[in-house]
């Protein structure tokens, strides 16, 4: 029997990628090895240089056939990835590659000298999976690679949770990181006028600090603070961040809540984890028209709504808030639709029949 290694973030710290990576490791049944590939949480140079030194050893003394792991876009992912990849050409292991980002075929394009590199290392994957059927673009410089196509899920802890809608709060919930580009900042500039107009309306955040290329964690942290703090002071008992949250903790918020929103335009967004999450527990989705967002949510599911714009964005939350027939409709669609087209059983099933039939 096959043995397989699996290579890739484990939380923490929390991302979408690391989660959907310790789904996909917790529910492979086969033989498996895992090495984690941010042991030392959101440090990368650290965890580059741990990578880069423990990799040939574990070829070197582990026993496995095949190597499962999610592709970074960066220059200094890069460095692991490729020797992984070389060592798994040297050592004749089959690979399956994981892109969970929108920004593989741009990391590759403007690789520069690294290009011809990356040409070679990739040619040595025999699959790559995708999210969705748009971000077969991504791989479009390697026309003979064979791709895979299995939509994220949600945790399978939430399979069998069991949503009532008259429990739900008039509540509003944003579940992410703290990260400038994924909209923490535009949906504060939005609650100010939904609280003030809406005397019901209890609004939580959760999520940590992480920087990106408009702002460092320290950065944000500062800027959301003082956002939050002038928001507090004004409506004490219905705003509340409650940081980073997990387990029943999690699952409680996306129960009580009602509405999810998610104003992103991170650059590598693709198929954020939080949405499913959210539409399991029967929350309508708020998020925007960018990337491959339109290809998971519609006027089904709840509302696109224009990148950077804080007007279109309060609209859409009052439109909601103001029509609660319409908002139940999308409660009980995405409840389904999550079932249907998210379950973490499809999900597994078909991650262990590609890494399977290598």
Not at 125 to 144: A, D, E, G, T, W
Not at 189 to 216: C, F, Q, R, W
């Amino acid at each position: 029997m096959s043995r397989v290694l699996f290579f890739g973030p484990y939380p923490l710290p929390i991302t979408g990628q690391s989660i959907a990576f310790k789904e996909v490791f917790s529910n492979f049944e086969g033989d498996k090895i895992l090495l984690n590939s941010t042991k030392f949480k959101d440090n990368k140079i650290l965890n580059t240089l741990y990578c880069l030194c423990l990799l040939p050893s574990v070829f070197l003394s582990k026993r496995f056939d095949k190597v499962y792991f999610t592709c970074s876009r960066s220059y200094l992912g890069f460095l692991k990835d490729f020797q992984l990849l070389l060592l798994c050409k040297l050592f004749n292991k089959k690979v399956v590659n994981h892109l969970h980002g929108a920004d593989f075929n741009n990391f590759y394009i403007n690789s520069g000298m690294l290009k011809p590199l990356i040409k070679w290392s990739y040619s040595k994957v025999n699959s790559s999976i995708i999210l969705l059927p748009s971000m077969k673009s991504q791989f479009v410089s390697f026309p003979k690679m064979n791709i895979e196509i299995v939509r994220n899920t949600y945790p399978s802890e939430f399979e069998n949770v069991i949503i009532d809608l008259n429990n739900k709060n008039t509540q509003i919930l944003y579940l992410s990181n703290l990260i400038e580009s994924k909209g923490i900042l535009i949906f504060m500039e939005s609650i100010k006028e939904i609280l003030e107009n809406h005397p019901v309306v209890v609004v939580k955040i959760a999520g940590s600090p992480m920087g990106d290329y408009l702002a460092t964690s320290q950065e944000i942290r500062s800027k959301f603070e003082k956002h939050y703090n002038s928001l507090k002071k004004s409506f004490p008992d219905r705003l509340f961040y409650v940081g980073v949250i997990v387990g029943i903790e999690k699952q409680k918020i996306l129960a009580e809540s009602s509405i999810f929103v998610l104003p992103t335009f991170y650059q590598t967004e693709a198929f954020p984890i939080t949405i499913i999450e959210a539409m399991r527990f029967g929350n309508a989705i708020i998020t925007t028209n960018h990337n491959y967002l339109n290809d998971i949510v519609n006027d089904e599911n709840g509302f696109l709504v224009k990148t950077n714009s804080v007007m279109d964005l309060t609209d859409k939350i009052n439109l909601l808030l103001l029509n609660k027939t319409k908002l139940e409709s999308i409660q009980k669609h995405n409840i389904l639709e999550a079932q249907e087209k998210y379950s973490p059983k499809i999900f597994n099933s078909e991650i262990a029949r590609i890494i399977t039939n290598l």
